[in-house]
């Protein structure tokens, strides 16, 4: 079986669509089954594929399409030239790793996409107005033309049955988490932190999106170091790609007077967020929305203790030595507490590993999700 999966997206730093993109692809080749993954990508994205992500299995290939990085040129491109290339290449499957729009009848080969959320409708200040209106489109656009659809968790399979009523009966749905597993790979320091060596740190990672409630996270570092409740010298490191909330964030830490202990990092490979996420004293998540949350299952793979708001999707996936803290009435307060109570009393660094995040168990769910469409076409 062929599958081919395009990843153009637009940050060119690695985001979690992109991993995404890449640990699908990853665990599609580990399979018998699979006898080829062809993986698009833009020429802006060649570097942090190579370098971040380990797609090195001989049945992965790598395409690069060379358009402008504007969402005019890839939303274009989506709808007139990959089908032709699609039908070229001819592969079996054709998986959307995000929803952009496409048109079903120009494609041979049958298609399915993974629903990471359902922020266009949830969130629409992520995006901002009119952009908004077109991610809309996009998703509606998407998720009526491919013959099967996968949701990253059973919170974004609800919400997608809430805002897609007659979906359920018409094409098959199905939940399937994200792969989330660290390979034999060595931790690396980040070349970044070079010059920190040694220095204790707190961690968040998360795009810089208003849902992120980084602002929250980085207030509440801010009150702890002032008190004097951290360890000393202690950072606070935060990875992630820059978005709408970016100047307001750094705006924020200036007006703090934090500037110099709070450090922002992005386009890490593996090693380097493998080497945070084992030497974090804390990992902190304060979203008040998510699909699935890849950072916080990566986070308590390789056994940092975690502190996160306590919504549905993290009761979800979450390991049971989470630390949860309320969004609502006084969540700054609630949020230093949780800080600063998983600091003063440390939980096990044990790695927690869901069974249904590993490799092996996501490409059969998918294998099977592949054949039901499949035969539907042959019906």
């Known amino acids: 079986m062929h599958i081919l999966i395009p990843i153009l997206h637009r940050p060119e730093k690695p985001t979690g669509v992109c991993r995404h993109g890449a640990n ?41 399409i060379d358009i402008k990085n504007s969402s005019v040129s890839r939303n274009v491109w989506f709808l007139n030239e990959l089908p032709r290339l699609a039908n070229r290449l001819q592969p079996d499957v054709v998986h959307l790793s995000f ?36 991610n809309q489109w996009f998703l509606r656009q998407c998720v009526g033309q491919c013959q099967g659809l996968s949701c990253v968790s059973q ?32 931790a690396a320091v980040p070349a970044q932190l070079a010059q920190d060596l040694g220095k204790p740190f707190l961690l968040g990672v998360a795009q810089h999106r208003k849902n992120k409630n980084l602002d929250l996270l980085i207030r509440a570092y801010a009150q702890l170091s002032q008190a004097q409740r951290l360890t000393p010298g202690a950072q606070l490191c935060l990875v992630g790609s820059s978005g709408p909330e970016t100047e307001a964030l750094h705006q924020l830490v200036q007006a703090l007077g934090v500037q110099g202990q709070v450090r922002f990092l992005s386009g890490l490979s593996d090693g380097e967020l493998r080497w945070l996420y084992e030497h974090a004293e804390v990992f902190v998540m304060p979203s008040s929305t ?6 916080l299952v990566e986070a308590q793979t390789l056994g940092c203790p975690i502190v996160c708001s306590d919504i549905a999707i993290f009761h979800e996936i979450a ?14 307060s609630n949020l230093v507490q949780a800080m600063e109570n998983a600091l003063t009393q440390p939980a096990p660094r044990d790695s927690y590993i869901n069974p249904a995040f590993l490799k092996k168990t996501v490409a059969q769910q998918y294998l099977n999700l592949y054949g039901v469409v499949r035969s539907k076409l042959q019906i």
Do not use: M
Not at 41 to 64: E, H, M, R, T
């Open 290 to 295: 998510e699909g699935f949350c890849l950072p």
């Open 24 to 64: 699908l692809a990853q665990c599609l080749a580990e399979r018998d089954e699979v006898s080829r993954v062809t993986v698009l990508i833009g020429s802006w994205q060649v570097d942090y594929f190579a370098n971040s992500f380990d797609l090195d299995s001989p049945k992965i290939k790598l395409i690069d």
């Open 319 to 332: 390991s049971p030595h989470c630390r949860y803290f309320s969004l609502t009435e006084a969540p700054l």
């Open 155 to 186: 919170v974004t399979l609800d919400a997608l049955k809430a805002y897609f009523p007659t979906l359920q009966r018409r094409k098959p749905l199905r939940v399937i988490y994200n792969s989330v597993e660290f390979g034999a790979g060595e």
């Open 99 to 134: 929803p952009f729009p496409i048109v079903r009848r120009w494609f041979k080969a049958p298609l399915v996409a993974t629903i990471h959320d359902l922020y266009p409708y949830e969130c629409p200040q992520n995006f901002g107005y009119p952009q908004v209106w077109f």
